[in-house]
Structure formats: C-alpha cells, structure tokens
C-alpha cells in the first residue's frame, strides 16, 4: 500500500512531550497523524489517510512507517501515542488499540484513548470562529442502529479545544430514537444552530429527514459538517493533546469504546433493520 499525505500541517501550540503519533481505523479507512517536536512556541500536524485501506494490522502499520519515515523520525523516537477507540466496527477498534499497545510496548511510549464522538465534534468546528457550539455526532452501527451523542466543543481563536465534553452520553438506537435517546433537547432562545457530524448521515439514508424534522420542532437549525462524515486522526491527536493538557487523559492499555454487547442478527431481525435505516441491506 502507498499511503498518501491527506492535508497540510495545521498550526498547533500544546506544552505536552512530542513527536506524538495518532490512528484511526473505521470502515471509512485508515488515517495516521504526527506531530513533531520542532523548535519554537508553534507545532503542526501532518496527517495521512487511505480511504480504500482495509483496517488490517498491516495497512495501519504500513502507514505508520510510511509517515514516520517521510519526517526522518522512527518508532523509537515518539514520546507518546493516542489512538481512535470508537464506537466503531468491532475489528478496526481492535486493529488499531492492538497496533497502539504493541508500539508502546516496544517504544515505552505511554499509550492514550480517544473517544471518536470527541474527535467527530472537534472536527465539525474547525474553521468557525472562537466560541461554543453543540455537535451532534452519529455513527453508523450496524444492525440497523446508530451511535449517537451531542458533544459541546469550545475553541479559542486558533481552532483549539478549549473544552470538549459529551452533553449526551453516547447510546446505540434506531435512527428514530436518535433524538429523544442523543440529542441536545430544545434550543433556548430563538433558532439555535446545531452541527451534524459522522458518517451515519451518508450510511443511514432515513437519518437526516428524521433529525431535520426533530431539530426544527426543539428551536435547532441543523447544518451536515461536509467536513466531518469521516474522521481523520488528525482530530484524534489535536483531542489527544487537549486532553493531556486539561489532565483529562488516561494512559494504559488502549481499550475498545463498546457501547452494545450484541454483534449480529437474525435474518428477521434484519429485515426489520432495513426497514428503519433505509438500507436496501444489512452488511
């Protein structure tokens, strides 16, 4: 595989141990971000991302190399590591929180989860102006279900989180309870604008007409983030970052965000599936 750069470094100031590497494996492909410990106040992130890659131990770690070799860096040298634990497809959490552990062990390097949900929000925002906003992030989940949660994100004037905190607790529902199960209840005010976030708005067709109508009913103007359907490990490692500073990371073994404990159903209850989400089938 011949990983490909997928943006150019963005500005980021943190006082946290660097380089730093963070991955991200989905069905929607994998993507790996470095940070650099260069000289000066300023650090940037360089991500790389490979839509058709399969989320297989060896792609991901192709990728890594590939990144690590294209900023003259090894494994050896990173201080740290933040890895994407979902919710997600079963196989690629554990493909990438199994790659993480591993280069840990090898390098030392302490090894830090992060929510996908926290990365989707802080995604949606970038390029908005400093202040808050609500994200609701939706997941497809298979089985005819979504992962759902509305994350409050704060960013200061350079796009950098300056808060980031799940105001609904991610749940897994049908796409017609995503609202009454996740989402930010009534706006108080006037129209208050909400941000939408996630790859269910493109996997899940009955999703949006659903929420656009709940949305209007509770005060909320809600607006797709292009931008955010798929998550980049990009976001993952700026989360990541953040959340050392505000002393909310943990450091261990890296461990699958399960938000159900059922992984398959019958052909009756997946025709029932289909029939909620809009899919033409269950795969």
């Not at 302490?110 to 997941?139: C, F, I, K």
């Not at 009454?180 to 941000?195: M, Y």
């Not at 955010?228 to 490692?237: G, H, I």
């Amino acid at each position: 595989m011949q990983p490909r750069p997928l943006s150019q470094a963005t500005d980021l100031s943190t006082p946290v141990s660097l380089p730093a590497l963070a991955m991200s494996c989905s069905a929607d492909g994998v993507s790996v971000a470095l940070v650099r410990a260069d000289p000066g106040p300023r650090r940037s992130i360089e991500s790389w991302r490979e839509p058709a890659a399969v989320a297989k131990s060896d792609s991901l770690l192709a990728m890594i190399d590939g990144l690590l070799r294209a900023n003259g860096l090894t494994p050896a040298q990173l201080a740290q590591l933040f890895v994407d634990t979902g919710p997600g497809p079963f196989t690629a959490l554990r493909v990438a929180c199994s790659v993480a552990q591993g280069i840990g062990l090898a390098t030392g390097a302490p090894v830090r989860e992060v929510w996908a949900t926290r990365a989707l929000a802080l995604q949606a925002v970038a390029g908005r102006e400093a202040g808050s906003y609500s994200v609701l992030v939706a997941l497809d989940a298979r089985m005819g279900e979504v992962y759902a949660a509305t994350v409050d994100v704060s960013v200061d004037g350079l796009g950098e989180p300056t808060h980031i905190e799940e105001s609904r607790p991610c749940v897994v529902v049908p796409p017609d309870q995503v609202w009454e199960a996740a989402g930010p209840g009534s706006a108080s005010g006037g129209v208050s604008q909400l941000i939408a976030a996630g790859n269910a708005f493109v996997a899940v067709p009955a999703l949006m007409p659903m929420l656009e109508d709940a949305a209007a009913k509770a005060g909320w103007g809600l607006q797709v983030s292009s931008a955010a359907l798929t998550l980049d490990a990009s976001s993952v490692l700026r989360v990541g970052l953040w959340q050392c500073d505000a002393n909310e990371s943990i450091e261990g073994t890296p461990v699958p965000r399960y938000v159900r404990n059922k992984v398959a159903l019958d052909v009756d209850e997946q025709a029932a599936a289909s029939a909620r989400s809009g899919r033409t089938e269950i795969g």
